[in-house]
Nanobody, 122 residues
Framework: QVQLVESGGGLVQPGGSLRLSCTAS????????MGWYRQAPGKQRELVAD???????NYADSVKGRFTISRDNANNTVYLQMSTLKPEDTAVYYC????????????????WGQGTQVTVSS
C-alpha cells in the first residue's frame, strides 16, 4: 500500500515563507514525477510545480521566482519551498506522485496525498 504524507502547511503573513514536505511510503520500485498541485475554493486543481526523476522541473507561471521544488529520490520525498507568499497562494496543496511502480513489472499509476492547507493572510 502506497501512501503520500504531506506536512508543513499553515497560516503565514503575506511576504512570508513556508516549506512543504511530502514522503511516499510503502512498496515503491520507482517514481517518475513528483509534484505539488493546489486547489483554492471554487477553483480547479492546478499544477504548482513538478520534478521528474531525471531532474527536469516545471513551474506554474504564477509561482516562478518565488517557489522552489526539490526532491530526495533515495527517500521518495519532495519539497516545496514557498517564499514571498501572496494571499492568492491560499489553497489546499496536494502532493502528487506520477507513474509510480510498486515493482519493476507493475502498472504505473498516479497517487495523491491528502492535502495540506496553506493560508496567506494578515
Amino acid at each position: 500500500q502506497v501512501q503520500l504524507v504531506e506536512s508543513g502547511g499553515g497560516l503565514v503573513q503575506p511576504g512570508g515563507s513556508l516549506r512543504l514536505s511530502c514522503t511516499a511510503s510503502g512498496s515503491i520500485f520507482s517514481i517518475n514525477a513528483m509534484g505539488w498541485y493546489r486547489q483554492a475554493p471554487g477553483k480547479q486543481r492546478e499544477l504548482v510545480a513538478d520534478i521528474r526523476s531525471g531532474g527536469s522541473i516545471n513551474y506554474a507561471d504564477s509561482v516562478k521566482g518565488r517557489f522552489t521544488i526539490s526532491r530526495d529520490n533515495a527517500n521518495n520525498t519532495v519539497y516545496l519551498q514557498m517564499s514571498t507568499l501572496k494571499p492568492e497562494d491560499t489553497a489546499v496543496y496536494y502532493c502528487n506522485a506520477d507513474q509510480l511502480r510498486t515493482t519493476r513489472w507493475a502498472f504505473a499509476r498516479m497517487y495523491w496525498g491528502q492535502g495540506t492547507q496553506v493560508t496567506v493572510s494578515s
